[in-house]
T-cell receptor, first 115, second 114 residues
Framework: KNQVEQSPQSLIILEGKNCTLQ??????????LRWYKQDTGRGPVSLTI?????NTKSNGRYTATLDADTKQSSLHITASQLSDSASYIC??????????????FGAGTRLAVHP | DAMVIQNPRYQVTQFGKPVTLSCSQT?????MYWYQQKSSQAPKLLFH???????NEADTPDNFQSRRPNTSFCFLDIRSPGLGDAAMYLC?????????????FGPGTRLTVL
């Protein structure tokens, strides 16, 4: 069964600190993996997207890694800001015939950055 | 700016009273999706349109219908909302071909059922 699991479920850190969010997946055949940021009451916004051959991708203070062998990804946030408080969702795309790649969503990690 | 727009942002309806949620896009994308997201849960795909072709997920209740009159607009109709249908409804779009996967989400419509 295609699944995406994220940990921790929630996290509280102080402003300026770094943190790392984890994502494990069992999706086959794998197409790509992306991290979304979802502010409360808003739609998800894409942070990074990685294909099988990529093992790291950065977007400002966000750095995502991918280990396709162990089927693990992480999202590292550097020098956190209050505006980083949000849910971070790991989404894996399952390659299917006919061109449509279904997205498998993780439940998200809820991050709270405190002053 | 090219974007995905959802109206209204907040919708209140009564139990059993039909409701329609609206999504429009200026990205000229072929594909439009509707997701249901309940509190602290991952978004759940209800259905999607590839151009005019409608693709329903196997576990989407018959109570949920969709219309896409043109490329820019897509509607979600809930024929008889129940209390369990209270959720955030997200519209997303993606282009066809090699960009089929990259989905751009709207801000969502939060539905309350009284």
């Amino acid at each position: 069964k295609n699944q995406v699991e994220q940990s921790p479920q929630s996290l509280i850190i102080l402003e300026g600190k770094n943190c790392t969010l984890q994502c494990n997946y069992t999706v086959s055949p794998f197409s790509n993996l992306r991290w979304y940021k979802q502010d409360t009451g808003r739609g998800p916004v894409s942070l990074t997207i990685m294909t099988f051959s990529e093992n790291t991708k950065s977007n400002g203070r966000y750095t995502a890694t991918l280990d396709a062998d162990t089927k693990q990804s992480s999202l590292h946030i550097t020098a956190s800001q209050l505006s980083d408080s949000a849910s971070y969702i790991c989404v894996v795309s399952a390659e299917k015939s006919g061109g449509y790649n279904k997205l498998i969503f993780g439940a998200g990690t809820r991050l709270a950055v405190h002053p | 700016d090219a974007m995905v727009i959802q109206n209204p942002r907040y919708q209140v309806t009564q139990f059993g009273k039909p409701v329609t949620l609206s999504c429009s896009q200026t990205l000229n994308h072929n594909v439009m999706y509707w997701y249901q997201q309940k509190s602290s849960q991952a978004p759940k795909l209800l259905f999607h349109y590839y151009d005019k072709d409608f693709n329903n997920e196997a576990d989407t209740p018959d109570n949920f219908q969709s219309r896409r009159p043109n490329t820019s607009f897509c509607f979600l109709d809930i024929r008889s909302p129940g209390l369990g249908d209270a959720a955030m409804y997200l519209c997303a779009t993606s282009g066809g071909g090699s960009s089929y996967n990259e989905q751009f989400f709207g801000p969502g419509t939060r539905l309350t059922v009284l």
